[in-house]
């Protein structure tokens, strides 16, 4: 037998976690293949990172354990330990995952010390400068040896950018096997009588962008969201304790309280979340993967934004975009009510086995 091929995976936050969830089970069909998973501590809640943990039955070998600070000091930070477990581990790929401070500054890592990169969920564009996330992508992707595309879009971007069909491959969506391999569990969930809410009979909504919920005017916009809905239907609203902070030093906070129809959580695991994204009406949204999960579930989802770098969603599945504007919104919901709202398809290769697609070309390359 020769030497063992090894592959190191660094996530750094909860949405990449989920992405991750399957590769050391894929990869003990391949005796040859060691895979470590490096957790920069990115997203430093622990009380939410161990649920997700023990959730996925899967530990990081790595925590680097990283302070909350700015940007440009966690990525430092992030560098200067990671390069420790790099020359120490001696891996011969490091994967990194989507588009947070943590991928961009572990593909700078591995870059500097000549391990190969590969990057999963490459390619996707929003166009928005505006959006750290996008520079995150395009400098990750510009130096990156490998790209693992979950949709055609990605495909393209990474064509028009001079990548060739040599290094790119289309595998499909890794989220989309942590839904299917847990789907038993999420099905067990008991989030909708815990929350007094039945199914189809409540709507779903996840704010977290910092135009909407950091500013005064933008909680204001939020508050009349929620009162529109909320005439009509219940609403579910997991919501991040910066958001909670941010309407109390607002004074925004009992307003919200106040309304009968609107149940406030806190963040919640994944299997919960999980149940209530399959189990809702609609969702309203403005964040990425939970475009990705309705698409996939052929839920209804209205995000309110101005552009997506998962466009798939809307020319195939079953979300749209719409602009944080209450009439817009209000007639949205009413296609949606009286069944003339679009039939979302699933996406080409969203079907569970993503992550063995790549872990065979891992093998190979």
């Known amino acids: 037998m020769g030497k063992k091929k090894k592959l190191l995976i660094v996530i750094g936050t909860r949405p990449n976690f989920i992405k991750i969830t399957q590769f050391k089970k894929e990869a003990k069909k391949f ?8 957790h920069t501590g990115q997203h430093y809640d622990t009380k939410m990172a161990d649920v997700f943990f023990e959730q996925f039955n899967l530990v990081p070998d790595y925590f680097l354990n990283i302070a909350p600070s700015t940007a440009n000091k966690q990525m430092a930070e992030i560098i200067s330990k990671l390069e420790d477990v790099l020359i120490d581990h001696k891996p011969d790929w490091v994967i990194v995952v989507g588009d947070v401070n943590s991928t961009f500054a572990a593909a700078l890592t591995a870059n500097k010390l000549d391990i190969k990169i590969a990057h999963l969920e490459s390619g996707l564009r929003s166009f928005d400068k505006s959006m750290p996330e996008e520079h995150n992508r395009i400098l990750t992707d510009a130096i990156s040896d ?18 060739t069909n ?6 499909g969506n890794t989220m989309i096997d942590t839904m299917v ?8 969930s008991t989030i909708l009588r815990k929350i007094g809410v039945q199914s189809k009979q409540f709507v779903l909504m996840t704010m977290h962008r910092p135009a909407t919920v950091d500013t005064k005017e933008g909680l204001q916009k939020l508050i009349g969201l929620i009162d529109m809905v909320t005439l009509d239907f219940k609403v579910v609203f997991p919501i991040h304790p910066r ?11 009992q307003q919200l309280k106040n309304n009968p129809n609107l149940i406030i959580t806190d963040p919640l ?21 939970i475009q990705e999960e309705t698409t996939f579930l052929q839920i209804p989802c209205l995000t309110l934004r101005s552009n997506t770098e998962r466009p798939v969603t809307i020319t195939i599945g079953s979300n749209e975009l719409i602009a944080f504007d209450l009439k817009k919104i209000k007639s949205k919901i009413n296609t949606i009510v009286n069944g003339t709202y679009k039939a979302g398809k699933i996406p080409k290769y969203w079907d569970g086995k993503s992550t063995e697609r790549i872990i065979k070309i891992l093998t190979k390359n």
């Open 269 to 289: 695991d994944y299997f919960s979340f999980q149940k209530l994204i399959k189990e809702s009406k609609f969702i309203i949204t403005d964040s990425g993967g």
């Open 146 to 163: 490998l790209f693992f595309v979950t949709e055609q879009s990605g495909l393209d971007n990474l064509l028009k950018e001079g990548k």
């Open 243 to 253: 958001t909670v902070s941010s309407m109390e030093y607002f004074n925004l906070h």
């Open 166 to 171: 040599k290094n790119t491959f289309m595998v």
């Open 31 to 38: 005796p040859n293949l060691e895979i470590k998973v490096v």
């Open 181 to 188: 391999a847990f789907s038993k569990q999420i099905e067990k």
